[in-house]
């Protein structure tokens, strides 16, 4: 029948008075700009700035996952070993490049969200299902933005084919206050949204703190401890509301929905695996995990903790959920802050509202110095939520894959560049001579 038809239109058009495009196709599936700026569209929109949010720190966070220890490198891809090794500042990294335009376009897609439902709401005042989708714009912009200014020693906000200027190392402390804002704007939604816009928000805070310690990247912090009010004010709010609840707030990932690449290479192409300083991994086969090895230190046994996370990850497949901010990151906040100010008491409390309150473990009691069991407590409460490498850095901790000269271990501080996909279409890029600007 479908040989038939296409036949038909063919002798239709070859006749002399028929007038015949065969590309003037009116597609109903064929999605234009002006049809995602309707009104009617303003959710679509928005769940797409999620979707891509999703998608691209799934993505990133693969290879920047790599160069800290909680990722290792098995497979047969060389470029992952680079990271493995402690090299994450090569522009040309297939991985890391690969990975770039993901987080690119998120950044780009929950800019334009915003700016879209801005508008939205101006025109339709007093709308409250287009103020809750503003709202969330604004979240996942807030999270974009954040991501960004974590993983990144320097960005390009480019829109689509319009090369942007580059934000410079120097000033990339500028997207955390970019993220803060938007996350500021996200809690006048209320609810669920405002909570983990304050909770994010919170986070961005503290992250801003740690990066103004490694940056300009080269040496260990002399005390790398973040006390910052404005993370320990939004963090005790938003706990008043969820302590003792476990609450974590997180990207699903499905196949109806997007995938997440960090646990698509562990779990089906099999390029990662847990790093060794957690899991060993079988001798003939690397991809199966033989014993886990994270002890906790108060009880001298196996972290459960860290255990229940790798189950739950490698379970996942292609869509292990991603935690962007919990209960627990909130409650290290305000234990980091209490042992950064010599308040033992209030560390001691905090800690463990943590090991006891969720997790039934032993208390701490001063078994152990205060700073080790908070990079402890950290290092299981936050497993991959891509905290960890700058943990590494401002603690004077390293990766055992790390090689002696490399990046990581001489320069702390070190996160991804602008890759080469980026340079090669962005002429304000110095390494970019070939295609100089015009204006």
């Given at each position: 029948m479908k040989t038939k038809i296409s036949r038909s239109i063919l002798t239709l058009c070859a006749l002399p008075f028929a007038a015949c495009d065969l590309l003037d196709v009116d597609n109903p599936n064929a999605l234009v700009q002006e049809d995602i700026e309707q009104v009617e569209a303003a959710s679509a929109a928005v769940n797409g700035a999620q979707a891509l949010t999703a998608s691209g720190i799934g993505g990133i966070y693969a290879p920047f996952s790599t160069v800290g220890d909680e990722?290792?490198?098995?497979?047969?891809?060389?470029?992952?070993?680079?990271?493995?090794?402690?090299?994450?500042?090569?522009?040309?990294?297939?991985?890391?490049?690969?990975?770039?335009?993901?987080?690119?376009?998120?950044?780009?897609?929950?800019?334009?969200?915003?700016?879209?439902?801005?508008?939205?709401?101006?025109?339709?005042?007093?709308?409250?299902?287009?103020q809750g989708h503003l709202a969330r714009a604004n979240l996942y912009a807030g999270v974009a933005h954040s991501a960004i200014a974590q993983m990144f020693d320097d960005f390009a906000f480019s829109d689509r084919t319009e090369p942007g200027p580059l934000i410079g190392p120097a000033n990339m402390v500028q997207v955390f206050d970019q993220a803060i804002a938007y996350f500021s704007a996200a809690m006048a939604g209320g609810g669920e949204t405002a909570m983990r816009a304050q909770a994010a928000r919170a986070q961005a805070h503290h992250?801003?703190?740690?990066?103004?310690?490694?940056n300009p990247a080269g040496s260990v912090p002399g005390?790398?401890?973040?006390?910052?009010?404005?993370?320990?004010?939004?963090?005790?709010?938003?706990?008043?509301?969820?302590?003792?609840?476990?609450?974590?707030?997180?990207?699903?990932?499905?196949?109806?929905?997007?995938?997440?690449?960090?646990?698509?290479?562990?779990?089906?192409?099999?390029?990662?695996?847990?790093?060794?300083?957690?899991?060993?991994?079988?001798?003939?086969?690397?991809?199966?995990?033989?014993?886990?090895?994270?002890?906790?230190?108060?009880?001298?046994?196996?972290?459960?903790?860290y255990m229940a996370r790798v189950e739950e990850f490698l379970a996942g497949e292609g869509y292990s959920p991603l935690t962007v901010v919990s209960e627990r990151g909130l409650r290290l906040m305000l234990a980091e802050a209490a042992l950064a100010s010599g308040d033992m008491g209030a560390f001691t409390d905090h800690i463990n509202m943590i090991r006891e309150g969720l997790d039934n473990l032993t208390a701490y009691s001063g078994q152990i110095p205060g700073s080790d069991m908070l990079q402890h407590e950290r290092r299981v409460n936050?497993?991959?939520?891509?905290?960890?490498?700058?943990?590494?850095?401002?603690?004077?901790?390293?990766?055992?894959?790390?090689?002696?000269?490399?990046?990581?271990a001489t320069t702390p501080g070190t996160m991804l560049p602008i890759t080469r996909i980026e340079i090669l279409a962005n002429c304000h890029h110095p390494d970019n001579a070939l295609h100089p600007c015009t204006s």
């Open positions: 990722i290792t490198w098995i497979g047969s891809r060389d470029a992952w070993n680079e990271l493995d090794q402690g090299t994450p500042d090569n522009p040309g990294n297939e991985f890391s490049d690969g990975a770039f335009p993901g987080i690119a376009q998120a950044r780009w897609m929950t800019n334009f969200a915003v700016s879209l439902l801005e508008g939205h709401v101006s025109e339709n005042a007093g709308d409250a299902a287009l992250q801003k703190a740690i990066w103004g310690l490694l005390n790398p401890l973040i006390n910052d009010s404005n993370a320990n004010s939004d963090a005790a709010a938003v706990l008043g509301s969820v302590a003792g609840t476990d609450w974590a707030y997180r990207f699903g990932y499905s196949s109806s929905t997007v995938s997440n690449n960090l646990s698509w290479q562990v779990n089906q192409r099999g390029e990662l695996q847990i790093g060794p300083e957690y899991a060993t991994q079988s001798e003939s086969d690397p991809t199966d995990i033989v014993s886990h090895d994270l002890m906790d230190p108060i009880d001298g046994a196996l972290d459960t903790r936050l497993f991959l939520q891509y905290k960890r490498l700058q943990d590494l850095y401002r603690f004077g901790g390293t990766s055992m894959n790390w090689l002696p000269g490399s990046k990581a």
